[in-house]
T-cell receptor
Framework: EAQVTQNPRYLITVTGKKLTVTCSQN?????MSWYRQDPGLGLRQIYY???????DKGDVPEGYKVSRKEKRNFPLILESPSPNQTSLYFC????????????FGQGTRLTVV | GESVGLHLPTLSVQEGDNSIINCAYS??????FIWYKQESGKGPQFIID?????DKRQGQRVTVLLNKTVKHLSLQIAATQPGDSAVYFC?????????FGPGTRLSVLP
């Protein structure tokens, strides 16, 4: 089954404790992206990647890092999480960026206390 | 479930009626548009897409209309069912990426 898989689905952590949210897709997509979704603000792009070893900042990259060492994986790293990073996070992938439909993961609900 | 849109506009329709959800987009250079459906606790799911060389596209029970003159997109759902209750939002491409609208919550009344 074609899918984007995120882990974990739920995570509660403390301020400053590094964490990684994993994202994997099995569709051989070149493009992958991370979004955060907050009430009243909709989906905002954090980082995206057009291909292996190619990553770029989205609209809200501060406090986040990503890597794209393999085509299928695109982890989101929070080196020192803060409470304002409490949000619902989605990973998405598509064949060719903004030219084809994006497939989304199920989401990761992160709470930073 | 996840609370993804506490402040979203809401459209309430009777079961069996048709629904129309609207979206204004911002970039006149956008040439590809998508409607997504997001149910509580789930990620956005693709419903239908349309490219700028078309003004209408139909799927199963859904139709998307594109008016490039006024930068407006609409999603029509025929014979709305309880399973259609969700948040719907449009996406326009912007260079390599997508920009997403704020969303509309569709509530189907019995």
């Amino acid at each position: 089954e074609a899918q984007v898989t995120q882990n974990p689905r739920y995570l509660i952590t403390v301020t400053g404790k590094k964490l990684t949210v994993t994202c994997s897709q099995n569709m051989n997509h070149e493009y992958m992206s991370w979004y955060r979704q907050d009430p009243g603000l909709g989906l905002r792009q954090i980082y995206y990647s057009m291909n292996v070893e190619v990553t770029d900042k989205g609209d809200v990259p501060e406090g986040y890092k990503v890597s794209r060492k393999e085509k299928r994986n695109f982890p989101l790293i929070l080196e020192s999480p803060s409470p304002n990073q409490t949000s619902l996070y989605f990973c998405a992938s598509s064949f060719h960026g903004g030219a084809t439909e994006a497939f989304f993961g199920q989401g990761t609900r992160l709470t930073v206390v | 479930g996840e609370s993804v849109g506490l402040h979203l506009p809401t459209l309430s329709v009777q079961e069996g009626d048709n629904s129309i959800i609207n979206c204004a987009y911002s970039n006149s250079a956008s040439d590809y548009f998508i409607w997504y459906k997001q149910e509580s606790g789930k990620g956005p799911q693709f419903i239908i897409d349309i490219r700028s060389n078309m003004d209408k596209r139909q799927g199963q029970r859904v139709t998307v209309l594109l008016n490039k003159t006024v930068k407006h997109l609409s999603l029509q759902i025929a014979a709305t069912q309880p399973g259609d209750s969700a948040v719907y939002f449009c996406a326009e491409n912007y260079g390599q990426n997508f920009v997403f609208g704020p969303g509309t919550r569709l509530s189907v009344l019995p």
